[in-house]
């Protein structure tokens, strides 16, 4: 059986989903940066799931009305950080709701792929919600979302550990990194990096040491005022001034100010989370939080 090091602890088999539907919606004025990934996707009326890259290909004007839709559910591994690189290529735009949705289930994995994924989210401009669980590395690519959304207690932190794995990511047993001076090395250099990563993403400075206050097994969970303390929820600062100005110059239902914008969209994660696995609806079910915030 081959054995490998991974940093934070594994759980779950992984399911990558990504789909790609239409948008009439306006279109934001602010350019979205984009990954070097080539990919596109032929557009589809309804959401599907999708186990290997979708290879059609599409006109950049056609993709400009699209909203792409990424579901993590289950581990995060460098196989996910591959597939997340060929997909995220066909995001182009930032439409209403967005141009790229994520929703996260998952109670983690590699930290290491996890940054990646996250400056790969970052660049396209993802909003990011939490809709099952977001524990353990899964809060690298959280904290990635220029808009982030998670309930309470959905998320659960703890100091980095190393872990033996299988091939197909299963634990075998936690690492002793006192017995193990090249897990040992390569613990700490994950540490030297995260609160660099979190820095860049904009988070707060109290959260690397709140992860590394908690080293006992398992993870702590958190309230949403220590989300929001963290800043795990909320929104990129200059996102948020750019899409404030967009919402402002809308008509009818999605003329919004900043305050509002927030409010609505802090809203999303927790009444639209059960159509994780049907994503033109979760799409829809955003729009109408949008729209219509008062609905039950």
Same mark, same amino acid.
């Given at each position: 059986?081959?054995?490998?090091?991974?940093?934070?602890?594994?759980?779950?088999?992984?399911?990558?989903?990504?789909?790609?539907?239409?948008?009439?919606?306006?279109?934001?004025?602010?350019?979205?940066?984009?990954?070097?990934?080539?990919?596109?996707?032929?557009?589809?009326?309804?959401?599907?799931?999708?186990?290997?890259?979708?290879?059609?290909?599409?006109?950049?004007?056609?993709?400009?009305?699209?909203?792409?839709?990424?579901?993590?559910?289950?581990?995060?591994?460098?196989?996910?950080?591959?597939?997340?690189?060929?997909?995220?290529?066909?995001?182009?735009?930032?439409?209403?709701?967005?141009?790229?949705?994520?929703?996260?289930?998952?109670?983690?994995?590699?930290?290491?792929?996890?940054? =990646?994924? !996250?400056?790969?989210?970052?660049?396209?401009?993802?909003?990011?919600?939490? *809709?099952?669980?977001? @524990? $353990?590395? #899964?809060?690298?690519?959280?904290?990635?979302?220029?808009?982030?959304?998670?309930?309470?207690?959905?998320?659960?932190?703890?100091?980095?550990?190393?872990?033996?794995?299988?091939?197909?990511?299963?634990?075998?047993?936690?690492?002793?990194?006192?017995?193990?001076?090249?897990?040992?090395?390569?613990?700490?250099?994950?540490?030297?990096?995260?609160?660099?990563?979190?820095?860049?993403?904009?988070?707060?400075?109290?959260?690397?040491?709140?992860?590394?206050?908690?080293?006992?097994?398992?993870?702590?969970?958190?309230?949403?005022?220590?989300?929001?303390?963290?800043?795990?929820?909320?929104?990129?600062?200059?996102?948020?001034?750019?899409?404030?100005?967009?919402?402002?110059? =809308?008509? !009818?239902?999605?003329?919004?100010?900043?305050?509002?914008?927030?409010?609505? *969209?802090?809203?999303? @994660? $927790?009444? #639209?989370?059960?159509?994780?696995?049907?994503?033109?609806?979760?799409?829809?079910?955003?729009?109408?939080?949008?729209?219509?915030?008062?609905?039950?």
């Amino acid at each position: 059986m081959q054995r490998i090091l991974k940093i934070l602890t594994i759980l779950s088999i992984l399911v990558l989903q990504v789909a790609c539907v239409g948008s009439t919606a306006p279109q934001a004025t602010q350019k979205t940066a984009q990954p070097q990934s080539q990919a596109q996707t032929q557009a589809q009326t309804k959401s599907s799931s999708a186990k290997s890259n979708p290879t059609n290909s599409e006109t950049s004007a056609q993709a400009q009305d699209k909203i792409m839709v990424v579901g993590i559910k289950g581990q995060i591994s460098k196989n996910v950080l591959e597939k997340l690189k060929q997909s995220i290529g066909q995001v182009q735009g930032d439409p209403i709701p967005a141009g790229l949705i994520v929703l996260l289930d998952s109670p983690g994995g590699d930290g290491v792929a996890a940054m =990646q994924m !996250g400056r790969l989210l970052r660049k396209a401009n993802a909003h990011v919600f939490v *809709t099952g669980q977001c @524990a $353990s590395a #899964c809060i690298f690519v959280l904290a990635s979302g220029v808009v982030r959304v998670a309930p309470s207690y959905s998320v659960g932190i703890h100091r980095g550990r190393v872990t033996m794995s299988d091939a197909n990511a299963k634990i075998i047993k936690e690492v002793d990194i006192n017995d193990n001076p090249q897990a040992k090395a390569a613990l700490q250099h994950f540490e030297s990096q995260a609160p660099i990563y979190f820095a860049e993403m904009g988070m707060s400075s109290e959260l690397f040491p709140f992860m590394q206050s908690h080293e006992l097994k398992g993870v702590y969970r958190l309230s949403s005022a220590e989300i929001a303390k963290t800043k795990l929820s909320g929104f990129d600062n200059a996102y948020l001034q750019q899409r404030a100005i967009f919402y402002r110059n =809308q008509t !009818g239902p999605y003329r919004m100010d900043e305050d509002e914008l927030k409010s609505r *969209t802090q809203k999303v @994660a $927790s009444r #639209c989370s059960g159509f994780e696995k049907q994503h033109t609806e979760f799409i829809e079910c955003y729009k109408q939080t949008l729209r219509e915030p008062f609905l039950n």
